[in-house]
């Protein structure tokens, strides 16, 4: 579980996270969303210990995530809005790699690891590419594949599909759908939920670094045209279907 109590953080005298109080449970997919600016990404930032609050805790796994910041950032993976600054090898395999090779896991594991992780990406057989030939993205597929390796226990994507083609995105979705079944936490953060709605178990939308609406998406769905938050047009019949899915999954 994840969970931040009464959290507070401030750039300067400007309050971007005020005093937030939320819990994510293991196997939630929540759905964070908000207009720019309102303070999401400034708040999954504490999820692993990126940014430290001015007030309140923040707990992974039921213990702070100061007191241990390694196991923080093993526990909660990050994708982020700029995969340029997260690629950090000259291969696509290579760099999917390094973090399961930073885990000392042997090499078969970190093999399947890293096929398992571009096949969900729609990378496969491309793991001698170069980095530095992809498009933008295909780099955000490898980050994000990246971050699928490591098999964190908890998982956060900051807008991970604005680059990303119609089978990718599909792939992805799929993918985060099975992890959120198989116990791992999926946030994604966006303020575009024409692609997740449907997929979340639990919708929290933040305005001015307060969460002003929090549940499940059927029952809030018609609360979030005032926080300038892009919603499907078919959403009766998105929330529906995902309504048809077994609750509590992705
Ligand atoms: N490094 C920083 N220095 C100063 N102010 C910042 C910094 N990062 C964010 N802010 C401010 O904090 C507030 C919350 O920003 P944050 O990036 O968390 O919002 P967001 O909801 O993720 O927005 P977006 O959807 O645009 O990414 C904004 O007013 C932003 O200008």
């Known amino acids: 579980m994840i969970r931040t109590e009464g959290l507070t953080r401030r750039y300067g005298d400007a309050v971007a996270v005020d005093n937030v109080t939320l819990a994510i449970e293991d196997g939630e997919c929540v759905v964070l969303a908000g207009a720019n600016g309102s303070g999401k990404t400034t708040l999954v930032r504490h999820f692993n210990g990126l940014l430290e609050p001015d007030e309140g805790t923040v707990e992974v796994n039921g213990r702070g995530v100061g007191a241990d910041l390694v196991a923080a950032r093993t526990a909660v993976g990050m994708v982020f809005q700029e995969p340029r600054d997260q690629l950090v090898a000259a291969t696509v395999g290579a760099d999917v790699a390094f973090g399961p090779e930073n885990l000392g896991l042997a090499r078969d594991e970190i093999d399947r690891r890293v096929a398992d992780a571009l096949a969900a990406v729609n990378l496969s057989g491309r793991g001698d590419d170069r980095v530095d030939q992809l498009s933008g993205g295909e780099r955000e597929r490898v980050a994000i594949a990246g971050a699928l390796a490591m098999e964190p226990d908890h998982l956060v ?14 792939s992805v979705l799929d993918r985060l759908r099975e992890l959120s079944a198989s116990g791992t936490s999926v946030v994604i953060v966006t303020h575009d939920l024409r692609d997740v709605l449907g997929l979340a178990d639990r919708v929290v939308a933040m305005a001015e670094g307060r969460i002003v609406v929090d549940g499940p998406p059927e029952r809030v769905v018609d609360s979030l045209a005032g926080y300038d938050v892009r919603v499907p047009e078919t959403t009766e019949t998105d929330v529906r279907g995902r309504s048809a899915r077994p609750p509590g999954r992705c």
């Open 157 to 170: 994507l900051d807008e991970p599909f604005t680059g990303l083609d119609d089978p990718a995105r599909a």
